[in-house]
């Protein structure tokens, strides 16, 4: 088994607490779940370290137990740091060049924005809009939780978290008024950022 070594949370950014209809008080709640998904992926990989692979026939199950939740624990980690990093900002139509690569791949930033919506409303963990590196466009994906239906050589630019946890205690149920809320606090700058490092190619 290899070596690993641990990683701690990453800060939030005081933008965070100054969103417009997300609450400090659930933002605080949300950031100890990722807190907790840190310390999960930490010590699920200190279990794999000691592992005995030469008793592989007894400890098979023990194996595919701890990878699958693994991978939860590491897509709520990478979920939640792309969520947190890019709200913030004022929202509004995106600019620059994820603005145009949205008007080419969805017609509009209107469409665009309803096909996530849309998204969020029917998936019960997550909504992304990722880049997809093998057809060279974006999509709008939906995951049931942390670690369903991940698309390989895809690139996610947005994360829409729709887990109850992000808006129960500022909306209860209404999670079209949250889906809102989340749109208006988007920091494209952030965004067109990750087009940039990800060098995905202009429209």
Known sequence: MSKFVEIRPRELKPALFELVGISRTTIDAHYRLYQGYVTKRNEILGRLAEVDLEAANQVYS???A?????TFAVGGIKNHEIYFEHLGGEGGKPAGAIGALIERDFGSADAWQADLKASGMAGRG???TA???DEG???NYVGDAQNTFPVWNATPL????VYEHAYFLDYQTDRAAYIEAFLKNLDWTVV???VTAYRIPPP
Do not use: P, Q, S
């Open 126 to 128: 997550w909504a992304w």
């Open 131 to 133: 880049y997809d590196w």
């Open 62 to 64: 023990e194996l595919r």
């Open 66 to 70: 701890l990878k699958i939740d693994l």
């Open 192 to 194: 067109n950022g990750w």
């Open 158 to 161: 947005v994360a829409l978290d």
């Open 137 to 139: 466009r974006l999509f």
